[in-house]
């Protein structure tokens, strides 16, 4: 069964450090999506992409994050300038159709 | 408003009982309601979904039932197994494939 495949699985960072986490998505799949769940919280939306841009995104989702699809596989989140609140499980995920395939995540842990 | 609200947080139940977990949700326009499993290490993962244009629908030992008039839905686990331990989400959204709104989550130990 396609997986969805996120690295690194965890990431630890300075304070005020840029990451950057990578995605590679379903290959036919047509729309994609960070979300991020802080320990022991729900799981919350970060932004929608499609067709190679920015469809939605959420409050949480600030000028210090971004999203590329760099070379029309990977799906990359970065984050300018991390902050101790940045520290969660960021979660990636194709959607076609009805179904939404998720990856493992990327536990980022800000220090 | 879209919050979806979880209840319980946690749930303990005997291997072969029911396992009942509960959502309510506030936006009419949720159209798509869906339950995530999601074991530790691992993202959420499709369980079973409902349109409001059903009451109920079952897979397996897995049935949603839906009031679409109190705005609530639940999931129901039958004979649960010990392999069923994990965190349970609810999520809703305006249309299946759109940005879900997830629930509080709900994590259930199934003991032998």
């Known amino acids: 069964e396609p997986e969805v495949t996120q690295t690194p699985s965890h990431q630890v960072t300075q304070m005020g450090q840029e990451v950057i986490l990578r995605c590679v998505p379903i290959?036919?799949?047509?729309?994609f999506y960070w979300y991020r769940q802080i320990l022991g919280q729900k799981v919350e939306f970060l932004v929608s992409?499609?067709?190679?841009?920015?469809?939605?995104k959420s409050e949480i989702f600030d000028d210090q994050f971004s999203v590329e699809r760099p070379d029309g596989s990977n799906f990359t989140l970065k984050i300018r300038s991390t902050k101790l609140e940045d520290s969660a499980m960021y979660f990636c995920?194709?959607?076609?159709?009805?179904?939404?395939?998720f990856g493992s995540g990327t536990r980022l842990t800000v220090v | 408003q879209q919050q979806v609200k979880q209840s319980p947080q946690s749930l303990i139940v005997q291997k072969g009982g029911i396992s009942i977990i509960n959502c309510a949700y506030e936006?009419?326009?949720?159209?798509?309601f869906p339950w995530y499993q999601q074991f530790p290490g691992k993202g959420p993962a499709l369980l079973i979904a409902?349109?409001?244009?059903?009451s109920e629908k079952k897979e397996g030992r897995f049935t949603i039932s839906f009031n679409k008039s109190a705005k609530q839905f639940s999931l129901h686990i039958m004979d649960s197994q010990p392999g069923d331990s994990a965190t349970y989400f609810c999520?809703?959204?305006?249309?299946?494939?759109?940005?879900?709104?997830f629930g509080g989550g709900t994590r259930v130990l199934v003991k032998p």
């Open positions: 409902i349109r409001p244009d059903v």
């Open positions: 999520a809703a959204s305006k249309a299946a494939g759109n940005k879900l709104t």
């Open positions: 290959s036919n799949h047509l729309y």
């Open positions: 992409f499609y067709n190679n841009e920015i469809s939605e």
């Open positions: 936006n009419t326009a949720f159209d798509y």
């Open positions: 995920a194709s959607v076609r159709d009805y179904g939404y395939t």
